[in-house]
């Protein structure tokens, strides 16, 4: 089928002057290439180029909010680690002045304590020397009372008395 199709041509070009003969057929193959052309852009390539586009466009956009989503997400952690450290930062103060509040306090009642074991201890002192000196006038009497019924039972009534 090729070998008659090849003959038919080679026919077809010795009559007509050769292979490449200008008559009516090349504008018409031009036409038709043009046609073809415009049928294939119109049909194929616009939608095919607008799908391209639109993915481009999409992947573009796309890319563009992921970027500012990672710039915001870096901001916000950025944000977040500052608070952080400073409520570590505020946390660690609270504690320092509980701590130094504990103490004081501590301090305070343990002088409190000092203060009142002292003033206990004054009293009782002062009571002990209290007793001490009315157990001495007791005894002061006593030996005096003691001593005169002595001396009037060695000497007599009498001689005490004048």
Known sequence: MIQWTILLAAETAAKEG????FDATLPIMA????????VLNAIFYKPLGKAIDDRNEYVRTSELSAKERLSKAETLARQYEQELAQ??????????????????TAADQIAEAQRESQAQREQAQREIEQQKQEAMSSLEQQVDALSRQILEKLV?????NS
């Open 18 to 21: 050769g292979l490449f003969d």
């Open 31 to 38: 036409l038709q290439f043009i046609i073809l052309a415009v």
């Open 87 to 104: 409520s570590r930062k505020k946390a660690q103060e609270i504690i320092a002045q509980a701590q130094a509040e504990a103490q004081k």
């Open 156 to 160: 007599g009534t009498n001689l005490v």
